[in-house]
């Protein structure tokens, strides 16, 4: 079963709105990380914004933040103001904790979204 | 600094050759990994160093032959690949295996071609 879901291949915005990108995560552990990079067609994988599994409060940095519902296993992206410069993949991944370890020192991605901004 | 350095950028071999790809971090980070990602799809993880020492080995084929010579250095050797190798060869470091908070830093990646 996948473990991360992203269910928007593609997605088309103009310029300067919002876009929010979905992210779904399937895991029986309590301890997680929850990670979106953001890789632009140069291929480097740039981290982007972390959510722990027992962070409060929502995570934020910049422009970017992540919208968590952790009942509903959802982790999506939210991106303000969106620029040209964001046209990417953008993936979301997850950690598990090491005591489990169930697969916990890689990151498991999800199969990504390709972000496209239209001036 | 948060800066993954891989060389070289671009990689063409044939499936005789040897080649070997390289990975460097300064941030004093002492885990490090390889991940392989083909075209239109996510990385999957092949390999993960801790503290210099092989932590994990994700069932990959001998012809792939990973080296973490020291704490900043991580390489990846190369011998008789197959085309269907062909792909970007991401490699990446974070602090350690054991923070809650442990993201991983990428480098810009290898792109290989097998011919």
């Known amino acids: 079963a996948q473990k991360i879901t992203q269910t928007q291949p593609g997605m088309f915005v103009q310029e300067k709105e919002a876009v929010t990108l979905d992210c779904t995560y399937d895991t029986s552990d309590p301890s997680y990380g929850l990670f979106w990079y953001k890789q632009p067609s140069s291929g480097e994988m740039i981290f982007l914004i972390y959510q722990g599994s027992y962070d409060q409060q929502n995570a934020t940095e910049g422009r970017y933040s992540l919208n968590f519902q952790k009942a509903r296993k959802s982790a999506n992206l939210v991106i303000s103001a969106s620029q040209l410069g964001d046209s990417a993949m953008y993936f979301c991944a997850m950690r598990e904790a090491v005591i489990s370890g169930g697969g916990a020192d890689g990151l498991t991605f999800g199969k990504g979204t390709h972000l496209i901004i239209q001036p | 600094d948060t800066e993954v350095t891989q060389t070289p950028k671009h990689l063409v071999m044939g499936m005789t050759n040897k080649k070997s790809l390289k990975c460097e971090q300064h941030m004093g980070h002492r885990a490090m990994y390889w991940y392989k990602q083909k075209a239109k799809k996510p990385p999957e993880l092949m390999f993960v160093y801790s503290y210099e020492k092989l932590s994990i080995n994700e069932s990959v084929p001998s012809r792939f032959s990973p080296e973490c010579p020291n704490s900043s250095l991580l390489n990846l050797h190369l011998h008789a690949l197959q085309p269907e190798d062909s792909a970007l060869y991401l490699c990446?470091?974070?602090?350690?295996?054991?923070?809650?908070?442990?993201?991983?830093?990428f480098g810009a990646g290898t792109r290989l071609s097998v011919l």
């Open positions: 990446a470091s974070s602090q350690d295996l054991w923070r809650a908070k442990n993201i991983q830093y």
